[in-house]
């Protein structure tokens, strides 16, 4: 853990706070009362399933985190909880079509989320990448090197753009509130 932590954040904090902290390229998470690191700003995608869910479920995290903060902010109590619960109920196509409602997605970001998570769900039900297509304009196969480095850019963008959202809701915190708490 970087001992030099963003003014607010201790290493250790109440576990009344749950909350996915970026600060430049460090990411932090705060839950149960300890700080832990979080995901980082650049993801390593592998050309193997495992490695290609790993990425998105770090997606679907920080989607979950916005629905929080929108919500719920950074509270850790029961309504954060039931929330969570919920959140796992909820498809992943209906939050990308929620942001959009919201406004937090602009129309190509949301298609873009879409054909990504689409790759999400064919990986789910298939045992190879080789099964895999993604549709960015024409369909490419994940199996060849071409198709996944296309598949691997396309993401990595996404993910970029995705952490200058969470950003954006992040600097809705006020920041002494965690002083206190």
Not at 118 to 139: A, G, M
């Amino acid at each position: 853990m970087d001992a030099r932590l963003p003014a607010g954040v201790k290493k250790k904090c109440s576990p009344k706070v749950r909350l996915y902290f970026i600060d430049q390229d460090k990411h932090y998470f705060l839950n149960d009362g300890l700080v832990k690191n979080g995901f980082g700003s650049k993801l390593t995608i592998l050309k193997n399933r495992d490695s290609v869910l790993s990425a998105f479920s770090k997606m679907s995290f920080l989607f979950d985190e916005i629905i929080r903060l929108r919500i719920v902010g950074h509270s850790n109590g029961s309504d954060s909880a039931e929330l969570l619960y919920l959140l796992n109920l909820v498809p992943v196509n209906r939050k990308i079509r929620t942001f959009l409602d919201w406004k937090i997605f602009g129309p190509e970001f949301t298609r873009v989320m879409s054909r990504l998570f689409e790759v999400r769900n064919d990986t789910v039900h298939c045992i190879s990448l080789d099964e895999v297509t993604y549709n960015p304009e024409n369909k490419i196969s994940l199996a060849t090197a071409a198709g996944f480095k296309r598949f691997s850019a396309d993401f990595q963008k996404a993910w970029a753009e995705l952490l200058e959202i969470y950003l954006k809701q992040q600097e809705k915190i006020n920041m002494d509130d965690l002083e206190g708490v």
